[in-house]
């Protein structure tokens, strides 16, 4: 019996460590049993353990009938010990219904076994938890010795001699055996706990490996070392490519891509498996994808190896940096295209003349080399209605004939200048406006060059055939074309300038000329006269004087026009309305202007007024009027129109003089013959004429330009040859009623009178004729040579009625000269003389409506009236003197 009961057990020993040998490989082979909750784990344990349990039970060691010994106590025991109470439960449960099952006398003590074993198991997890990781084997021994010891106790709850007799024969194999197999098992189920934690930590790791490789941004693939198949291609991959993973897998680059592509590819792929490179960076990689087009792609290779240290694979990653390119792209284009506007704009501020700079600037852009352009392109600047060719560079000599003059509307550029749009177009042929003979196919951009909404002109530029230009260029070229207009705008308001500072010097000179000149011819007309009344008639020296005066009113005409010009002539203003003016002086025109030139008046101006001189603007009208004659000798149309306009800053920045604000636009224009850009450039300078030698002065545009200027207003000319001529003449509006001054009449006898006159006047000649006139007509006249000689009179007499002065003087002016003498005798009354304006009149407002005022030269009527006329009127407080 002893070596069939060793034999017995030892055989179920191995059989149970044998079934849990084969249900842990089972249950790790399981791929979804990690996922499942913990509680239906336990379930599932405690019911493979119970069936365990069971098979054990099948095959025992029979001692008698009904008692059976098996290894249950040692599977029991370490299902406590390792997995818990529910699996512990179900198992008690499950073995000990098929003990109850089997019955016999040993039911009772085997339920006994089953509860002691599960329940020592239990309690020695809860008391050593930390055995079943630690695996002590002399710790596991003697939980197995003590677990046995419990099942040997529990033989004694058969009878007494059937425990003894059972104790006799089964003691010894049972302490051997059993505790063995409780360590062997034990051992069994840590290793296995630990292949499947390490199954678990591996299978986590494989699906956390395969969820990245699947869900980066990149581009990854695995290509077999042998012949480069693609073993594994990710999502990220088949969104760039555009191609199904399924469609890729097993497949190379000649089967995806164009040969050349993909011969390059394999390259770089064998360099690495060769280990010629250990990491392959490609910085910049094109692909062609099926989605997307043309992608840059970034990406590193390199070899992977098995265990045996052969190639096995060629690994992968690419990231799409399209986007990241086009980013850097577009700011390395911005910063070229700020970094060129710059240097353009540095241009501006050489010291060259304008046609130099669009040389330079044309240069400069059509040297840039990310501009889709061909070495060449113009310049055109607007002219009327018409553009002319301003610069140019590589233009066919052909060309040059046929652009040298464009007009608006005509060609891409004529209709950019018309529209102020951009024109351009990526073909022009044989079809296009303006052909020649070679011409080859090309593109145009024409880019309108533009400043205060007013077109100058148009930059042109040759696209290459073919060739697009984005938006991003188009827009720094007009940028370019705004450098260009500010340099259009500054050469103009620079030469306008330079014009307004040289007409004013002509001006100054003018008037200094006219001051001493006034002075003369009023000696020379008043002796004249004296003269001419003292010979006979019919005398050949009355002639001769006669003739002296003649001359002297010609060149005091002269310096009229002179003092004109130059803004210093003695003029009293009054506010007008051009449109009742214009028709007046129509009628007069009438008898100067040819039957075969036609008037036409467009006046809209009313009810505005402006502030100046009616005879002077009388003047303006006839003068403009004679020179629109002249330029139709075969007669045309001449056109006078008026209207109301505001002159905003934009308008006033490029135009020199110009104040912004509210004016009425006179408007001169004809149908003549025009002028030239060099004749416009010099037309208001005095004695400037294209007219033959002895058909004009010179002074008749200088007097316009002069009396405009005088009256707060500008004048403008446009002009172009065959096509006519425009002046546009602006006047401040103001809001004074247009009005007139009558003007008393009296015979020259009611001149005369016999009131003390004080006379000062530093020009001896003028001071002699004018004593010499009043002492004939009656007067009592008092000559001071100089302001000092007068206040001496005026201390002295107290008899002085009237003080006429000369108002530029040294030492003092008359106006000073009045106000001091207000205190000696503040009921005399005063007269000024001057032969120009000068900043006494203006600042002390001595040119307004009423001023006592006498213009040189002087004139006997005038003086004598003038003096008579003052006297006559009500007294002048000298205290108070504005005037």
């Not at 006994?112 to 020695?124: D, F, K, M, R």
């Not at 009878?159 to 034990?186: C, E, W």
């Not at 030139?597 to 505005?608: D, G, M, Q, R, V």
């Not at 007067?779 to 002065?805: G, K, N, Q, W």
Request: a neutral charge; aromatic letters at 6%.
């Amino acid at each position: 019996m002893g070596t069939h009961l060793f034999i017995s057990l030892v055989y179920n020993t191995s059989l149970l460590l044998v079934l849990v040998a084969i249900y842990s490989g089972i249950k790790f082979k399981i791929p979804f049993e990690s996922a499942l909750p913990s509680r239906t784990r336990d379930i599932l344990t405690g019911i493979l353990i119970g069936l365990i349990g069971v098979a054990l039970m099948a095959s025992p060691w029979k001692f008698k009938p009904g008692i059976y010994f098996d290894a249950r106590s040692v599977l029991l025991c370490v299902t406590g010990l390792f997995f818990g109470l529910i699996p512990t439960v179900l198992a008690v449960v499950i073995i000990g219904s098929f003990r109850i099952f089997v019955d016999g006398v040993g039911a009772l003590s085997g339920l006994g076994v089953i509860l002691t074993s599960a329940g020592l198991g239990l309690l020695w997890q809860r008391w050593r938890p930390g055995l079943k990781q630690q695996g002590k084997l002399l710790e596991l021994y003697l939980f197995g010795l003590l677990v046995h010891l419990l099942m040997l106790a529990c033989m004694f709850i058969l009878p007494r001699p059937v425990a003894f007799d059972i104790l006799r024969h089964i003691s010894l194999p049972v302490m051997i055996i059993f505790p063995v197999g409780t360590v062997l098992l034990s051992i069994l189920i840590i290793r296995q706990n630990v292949s499947r934690q390490m199954n678990e930590k591996l299978w986590e790791s494989k699906k956390l490996l395969e969820s990245v490789v699947e869900n980066v941004p990149l581009m990854i693939f695995l290509k077999e070392a042998k012949d480069l198949r693609y073993v594994i291609f990710n999502h990220a991959g088949e969104e760039l490519l555009g191609y199904d993973r399924k469609a890729l897998l097993g497949k190379n680059d000649l089967d995806l891509f164009p040969p050349e592509q993909a011969a390059q590819f394999m390259a770089g792929d064998r360099e690495v498996l060769n280990g010629e490179t250990g990491v392959l960076d490609i910085p910049e990689e094109f692909i062609d994808t099926a989605g997307k087009g043309r992608r840059v792609l970034h990406t590193n290779k390199v070899c992977i190896r098995g265990n045996d240290g052969d190639t096995k694979y060629l690994l992968g990653i690419s990231e799409d940096i399209t986007e990241r390119k086009k980013i850097e792209s577009d700011m390395h284009e911005s910063y070229e295209m700020e970094r060129m506007s710059n240097a353009i704009r540095q241009n501006s501020l050489l010291p060259i003349s304008l046609h130099e700079k669009l040389t330079i600037n044309l240069a400069s852009l059509l040297s840039i080399p990310w501009l889709t352009l061909e070495p060449k392109g113009s310049v055109f600047l607007v002219s009327g209605e018409n553009m002319h060719l301003a610069v140019q560079q590589g233009l066919a000599p052909a060309s040059l004939v046929l652009c040298a003059k464009i007009p608006f509307g005509k060609c891409l550029c004529g209709k950019a200048a018309e529209s102020g749009e951009i024109f351009t177009s990526t073909d022009v042929g044989p079809e296009h406006e303006t052909v020649y003979e070679g011409m080859q196919p090309h593109g145009h951009c024409c880019v309108p060059i533009i400043a205060a909404g007013t077109t100058l002109g148009v930059l042109n530029l040759y696209l290459k055939a073919g060739a697009d230009i984005s938006a991003k260029q188009l827009e720094f070229i007009r940028t370019v074309a705004n450098i260009i207009a500010l340099d259009i705008v500054h050469s103009r308001v620079e030469e306008q300038f330079a014009q307004s500072q040289k007409m004013e010097a002509i001006g100054q000179m003018a008037g200094g000329i006219a001051h001493d000149l006034n002075n003369i011819l009023t000696a020379i007309i008043g002796y004249g006269n004296f003269l001419s009344a003292a010979i006979p008639v019919g005398d050949p020296k009355h002639a001769d004087s006669d003739e002296i005066i003649k001359a002297g009113e010609r060149a005091a005409t002269l310096i009229h026009q002179l003092l004109t010009f130059s803004r210093k002539q003695v003029v009293q203003s009054s506010a007008l309305n051009l449109d009742q003016i214009i028709p007046e002086t129509i009628k007069m025109l009438r008898r100067m202007i040819p039957e075969n030139i036609e008037f036409k008046t467009h006046l809209k101006s009313a009810p505005a007024n402006v502030l100046a001189n009616q005879g002077q603007l009388g003047q303006v009208i006839i003068n403009l009027a004679v020179n629109a004659r002249d330029a139709m000798p075969k007669g045309g149309i001449l056109t006078f129109e008026t209207a109301q306009t505001e002159l905003d800053k934009n308008y006033a920045s490029t135009h020199v003089g110009v104040l912004p604000g509210r004016y009425v636009m006179l408007a001169v224009s004809d149908t003549g013959n025009g002028m030239s850009p060099e004749v416009v450039a010099h037309l208001f300078e005095p004695f400037f004429t294209t007219k033959e030698q002895g058909k004009g002065t010179g002074l008749g545009l200088s007097t316009v330009y002069g009396i405009v200027k005088q009256s707060g207003g500008n004048i403008f000319v446009y002009s172009e040859l065959g096509k006519g001529t425009t002046f546009k003449i602006y006047l401040p509006i103001v809001a004074e009623k247009a009005g007139e001054t009558p003007v008393k009449k009296s015979s020259i006898m009611s001149y005369r009178g016999t009131e003390t006159i004080l006379l000062v006047e530093d020009e001896d000649a003028v001071r002699k004729f004018v004593s010499r006139l009043l002492s004939q007509n009656g007067y009592s006249v008092l000559e001071a040579a100089t302001p000092r000689e007068a206040i001496a009179f005026c201390e002295a007499r107290h008899d002085i009625t009237l003080m006429l002065t000369d108002l530029i003087m040294p030492q003092m002016d008359g106006y000073v000269l009045a106000k001091t003498v207000a205190t000696l005798a503040p009921l005399m009354k005063v007269v000024f003389m001057s032969g120009y304006t000068d900043n006494v009149l203006t600042q002390q407002n001595l040119m307004k409506p009423g001023t006592m005022l006498l213009e040189k030269p002087l004139k006997e009527d005038t003086i004598l009236r003038k003096v008579r006329e003052v006297l006559n009127g009500e007294p002048q407080l000298l205290r108070s003197l504005s005037l």
